[in-house]
């Protein structure tokens, strides 16, 4: 799958969208693909306040948990409700319909990658 | 684990040539899942699916006192076997715990084929060769890298399989096993399995099993067959309750723990670990492996503490989701006095407390 241009990643593998103040965190493509199966997904509260590089939740597979480290600073403002019932909605469409959070943002890390240079740091891990 | 470099099944270009994906498994690389665990879990509970076990040791214990020594280091009665006759049993330590669980297949009253596990294979062969010198006339010998060892499972296992043997398969009864033809290639065909539901396991020479899956996959396409991977065969014997060492028992766990007192024949006469057993069955149990819902929201994983009150009582030895009946479930040791359905423990979910109930097992038996 094409990594979305638009987008920057972290090195632990989730995706941030930041629109003007906003911005929406899901885990990528990669992540998935390496996770197998999910089948649950725990979340942040609603009003929560994320710290950049901390874990926000996870995502657990058939055979494992994987933590999701928060990419950016800043409030959950949503969360996505339908990972309740539709978990695999992470593996089908990670970088859509399998969004985890909207955030408040109060800061960026300088240190995300854009979409080339997660790339390269995938296929220097994966060997993919 | 050891550094050497992982050991490869002949199977290991198919995997990788279909896609795959590989992990390090008891000193193997072995696939992990081809299209995904739950679509594979699916396939083998509704149709068929095909693994490679390759990985599984097989020793082979020959002569004159083979049924002798075989009683002697196993807590199940051999002496019930037939040739053509396979039975589930302990490889036993004097403690009364498994060193090892494993299939005891009779040949012959001088030919035993055990099957075991691929971590405990070269355990398993030194322990077996230290005892075998009180037996006159018992040789054991490794025979796993002679051996490939491929499983088909599901209901529609027997229909695939029939079309590649001249074995006539309805007359193979559970836990029996012949030899015969898969493919013209010469095996033993084994009515067995670690996954709940009807099938076969086959040995076949290690040469021969890259053409004999090819066959088999060609055989089933028609049945939807599926290839499968370690992933779905862990939480298919997960929802059946078939144990797995070095998770649900291992050598501090003794059979009656493990709720497997159908494999322990006290009145068989001496073998390892049958005082030791004695004294426990008289003693009673403290602990018993349990079967537990989440009645909240977490999956539970090996090595999880059980809690009740604010006491840790017991530790989850396996768990998953389970694909089949969609609820997160587990299996655990508990005091005996918590192990009955119905008790409400904790399971401590990453420093949460979420509460579970013990439930009867198995989690999932087939409808015959």
Avoid at chain 1, 48 to 59: F, I, K, N, P, S
Avoid at chain 2, 94 to 113: C, I, N, Q
Avoid at chain 2, 119 to 131: F, G, H, T, V
Avoid at chain 2, 209 to 215: D, G, K, N, R
Wanted: aromatic residues 8%.
């Amino acid at each position: 799958m094409a990594r979305p241009e638009n987008l920057l990643y972290s090195k632990s593998h989730e995706w941030v969208r930041v629109e003007g103040e906003l911005a929406t965190v899901g885990i990528t493509d990669y992540a998935q693909e390496q996770l197998g199966d999910v089948v649950m997904v725990e979340l942040p509260a609603v009003g929560r306040q994320l710290t950049a590089g901390q874990e926000m939740g996870t995502v657990e597979s058939v055979k494992a948990v994987s933590e999701v480290f928060a990419p950016i600073s800043g409030e959950v403002v949503e969360v996505n409700s339908e990972l309740e019932a539709h978990p695999e909605l992470v593996n089908q469409d990670p970088f859509g319909a399998g969004w985890l959070v909207k955030v408040k943002v109060r800061e960026v890390p300088s240190d995300l990658l854009d979409a080339a240079a997660y790339e390269e740091f995938v296929a220097e891990e994966g060997g993919h | 684990m050891s550094s050497a470099p992982a050991k490869r099944t002949p199977l290991y270009p198919v995997h990788v040539a279909s896609g795959a994906k590989m992990v390090h498994f008891a000193g193997w690389e072995m696939p992990v899942q081809y299209r995904g665990v739950l679509e594979e879990h699916r396939a083998v509970r509704t149709r068929v699916g095909l693994f490679d076990v390759s990985h599984m040791g097989e020793l082979e214990v020959v002569g004159r006192r083979a049924l002798d020594f075989v009683q002697y280091v196993t807590c199940n009665d051999a002496s019930r076997l037939v040739p053509g006759r396979a039975q589930y049993s302990g490889l036993m330590t004097p403690r009364g715990t498994f060193v090892d669980d494993l299939l005891v297949h009779m040949v012959s009253p001088e030919r035993f084929l055990l099957v075991v596990n691929a971590a405990n294979k070269d355990k398993d062969y030194a322990y077996l060769c230290a005892q075998a010198p009180a037996f006159d006339q018992v040789e054991v010998y490794d025979r796993s890298a002679e051996y490939a060892q491929l499983a088909i499972q599901g209901p529609l296992a027997e229909a695939v399989l029939q079309k590649l043997t001249s074995v006539t398969l309805s007359e193979i009864k559970y836990y029996r096993f012949v030899e015969g033809d898969v493919a013209a290639v010469r095996g033993i065909i084994a009515r067995t399995g670690y996954t709940g539901e009807d099938g076969f396991e086959v040995y076949l020479p290690a040469a021969k099993a890259a053409e004999v899956w090819q066959a088999l996959m060609q055989a089933g396409a028609e049945h939807g067959i599926q290839p499968c991977g370690l992933g779905a065969r862990d939480t298919l014997r997960f929802e059946a309750c078939m144990p797995l060492y070095g998770q649900d028992i291992d050598d501090t766990t003794t059979p009656f723990e493990a709720g497997l007192d159908w494999i322990v024949k006290l009145e068989k006469g001496p073998f390892l670990g049958r005082e030791a057993l004695i004294q426990q069955r008289n003693a009673g149990i403290k602990r018993k492996l349990v079967g537990f819902a989440m009645l909240g929201k977490g999956i539970p994983r090996h090595g999880y503490p059980l809690l009740h009150g604010s006491e840790e009582v017991g530790v989850v030895t396996s768990g998953t989701m389970s694909p089949t009946l969609g609820k997160a479930l587990g299996l655990g040791y508990l005091p005996v006095a918590l192990a009955t359905p119905g008790t409400e423990v904790w399971v401590d979910i990453r420093g949460q407390r979420v509460p579970a109930q013990v439930v009867e097992i198995p989690f999932y038996r087939r409808k015959k």
